[in-house]
């Protein structure tokens, strides 16, 4: 596709629910990143994905959050046990290479009820 | 610990005026900036970057200034236009990381 496209757009789910969020990056573009935007904040880095490996994922907030990028493509985030504290966008953006132009997608709305 | 900040959460400017957006940070190890725009629902925008072995870039109405010695950059819009009217992001990072880091956005308003 032309861009980063996220699905889904909003996600409603109850507290303690297991969650994953789809990210699918542009075509040839080989670095991933998710970040997670709380209300009136700025994005906040989760993980980096050069190809199929986490190069960071420093900024996983605990043990709940998880990614993965199996072919060095498409990513899933996923979130177990999911709180109320992880209602937030999430966005996922990808780049050519290292380089730090990134490409947003349009995030996915996850509320925890 | 806020790395990068936007102190000004808002701006109002008249259309055809400049538009002038400030960002100051405090890890001396980011040597590379980017503004951001963002429209509601939608997800950043790469408006404008800088290294820090410039002091400007410039790109046609979109200016960044660098400041290293006071740890400030600014974003200058002229003229401002309505369409301009979004949330914009100060964003660093530090040498070969790949994370960046935001500030928390200001909300620029151009009314005619």
């Known amino acids: 596709g032309a861009g980063v496209s996220q699905t889904p757009s909003n996600k409603v789910t109850e507290k303690g629910k297991y969650v994953e969020l789809r990210c699918d990056p542009i075509s040839g573009h080989t670095a991933l990143y998710w970040y997670r935007q709380s209300l009136g904040q700025g994005p906040e880095f989760l993980i980096y994905f050069q190809g199929t490996g986490a190069a960071d994922d420093s900024g996983l907030p605990n043990d709940r959050f998880f990614a993965v990028r199996p072919e060095g493509s498409v990513s899933t985030l996923k979130i177990q046990r999911t709180e109320r504290g992880d209602s937030a966008v999430y966005l996922c953006?990808?780049?050519?290479?290292?380089?730090?132009?990134?490409?947003f997608g349009q995030g996915t709305r996850l509320t925890v009820v | 610990d806020q790395q990068v900040k936007q102190n000004s959460p808002s701006l109002s400017v008249q259309e055809g005026r400049i538009s002038i957006l400030n960002c100051d940070y405090t890890?001396?190890?980011?040597?590379?900036f980017l503004w951001y725009k963002k429209y509601p629902a939608e997800g950043p925008t790469f408006l404008i970057s800088?290294?820090?072995?410039?002091d400007k870039n410039e790109d046609g109405r979109f200016t960044v200034f660098l400041n290293k010695s006071a740890k400030h950059l600014s974003l200058h819009i002229v003229p401002s236009q309505p369409g301009d009217s979004a949330v914009y992001f100060c964003?660093?990072?530090?040498?070969?990381?790949?994370?960046?880091?935001f500030g928390t956005g200001t909300r620029l308003q151009v009314f005619p």
């Open positions: 964003a660093a990072s530090e040498g070969n990381t790949d994370k960046l880091i």
């Open positions: 800088i290294s820090s072995i410039k």
């Open positions: 953006a990808s780049s050519r290479q290292r380089d730090t132009e990134a490409f």
């Open positions: 890890n001396s190890m980011f040597d590379y």
